[in-house]
């Protein structure tokens, strides 16, 4: 276990906290939809969870390019790394 794993845990500990934040978000919306809350109460906690999803992805992106990607690349399996960045970019495009 070198420097790659540096951290991890630290960082997969947030991630889970994020998500158990996340699930309780979402709960709340089910709730809320299932009282009949008023549409735009709604909206503004979804648009929370999204916010919040956002977050999770900066972390495990951040995550991905200070391990896996200096890792991949000291290999030279920099084509890889190009590639599979390239695909979550235009996922999001
Ligand atoms: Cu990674």
């Known amino acids: 276990m070198g420097d790659y794993m ?3 845990d630290d960082r997969k500990k947030q991630n889970i906290h994020r998500i158990k934040i996340i699930k ?3 709960n709340a919306i089910e709730e809320m939809i299932n009282n009949d809350a008023y549409c735009v109460d709604v909206l503004n906690q979804s648009l929370a969870v999204q916010k919040a999803l ?4 900066l972390q ?3 995550g991905h390019l200070n391990h896996c990607v200096i ?3 000291k ?3 920099t084509k890889k ?3 599979e960045l390239l695909g979550i970019y235009k996922y999001k495009m």
């Open 6 to 8: 540096n951290g991890h």
């Open 54 to 57: 956002k977050g999770l992805d």
């Open 24 to 26: 309780g978000h979402l």
């Open 71 to 73: 890792e991949q690349a």
């Open 75 to 77: 290999k030279g399996d």
């Open 81 to 83: 790394v190009v590639e």
């Open 60 to 62: 495990l992106m951040e």
